[in-house]
């Protein structure tokens, strides 16, 4: 543990790590109860896995895949949401089919790129020790986004994530800031990957905000506290996987996977 507060006072790297880490609890504390208490796992996770297309596409012509991301997040978004609001009944299936699609469709055009193991695998499993200035500078710029807009629509959000028909007869465009949300998640998952990677993604978008839904009796109250268990579980996962030289994003996710599950069990117990 010594070792890595000597690397955090000394090493460039390790600062923008958690300075990342910070930005991505941060994102995911704000967004995350909304997926929680929206149900959106299955749509976030539709829009996590068909991004790999886009950045499939984005390797291949030479371009950055987070630009690639960034573009198909705000595109399955819009589509997986649209897909829900017209088609309810298929929609599992209609959101599996994009997910499969869009996966496949990053593995034909990774395939055809030369060389593209070494950079590319860190997008797909994570790498927060190899995020540079320019990296920073793009999450700000994404976390700024996020959390101007959920502030600014902060009420309508509200009302849509717990009561829709009320929404509607006052007079609130459910439609629009239910795909504006979905494009919000879309923004967060962006974020989240180059800290976790794509694979593991929706597990940090959703298990602080599981943790905090426990304790907080608003919707307030369960972001300020996911983003404090998430910015915890990053510097803690940092700090235990920097020794043993461990995967920095599996550490994390292992550790809000353990942090819920002992949450849960002690509640049970104490009720």
Known sequence: MSQFFEALASQVFMQYALAAGLLASLACGIIGPYVIVMRLGLLAGGIAHALL??????????????????IT????????????????????????????????????????????????????FG?????GRSDLIFLAVLNAI???????????????????????????????????????VA??????????????VIALLTLPAAIARQFAGTLYGMMLLASLIGAALTFSGLAISYG????????????????????????????
């Open 127 to 131: 790498n927060i020790l190899l995020i």
């Open 73 to 124: 997040a705000v595109l399955a978004a819009l589509i997986i949401g649209w897909v829900r609001l017209q088609f309810g009944e298929d929609e599992d299936t209609i959101i599996a089919a994009i997910w499969a699609v869009g996966m496949a469709l990053g593995v034909l055009f990774i395939s055809r790129t030369p060389g593209y193991t070494a950079d590319l695998m860190s997008y797909l």
């Open 53 to 70: 297309g886009g950045m499939g596409v984005a390797y291949f012509l030479g371009q950055s895949p987070l630009a690639g991301a960034l």
């Open 146 to 184: 996020i959390i101007g807009i959920v502030t600014l629509f902060y009420k309508q959000f509200l009302a849509v994530a717990f009561d829709e028909e009320f929404a509607r007869a006052r007079g609130i465009r459910v439609r629009f800031f239910y795909l504006l949300m979905l494009v919000l």
């Open 244 to 271: 043993p030289n461990l995967p920095s994003g599996a550490t994390i996710i292992v550790l809000a996977g353990l942090s819920y599950f002992t949450v849960l069990i002690l509640r049970r117990q104490r009720r």
């Open 187 to 200: 923004l967060t998952i962006v974020v989240l990957i180059r800290v976790v990677g794509l694979i593991l």
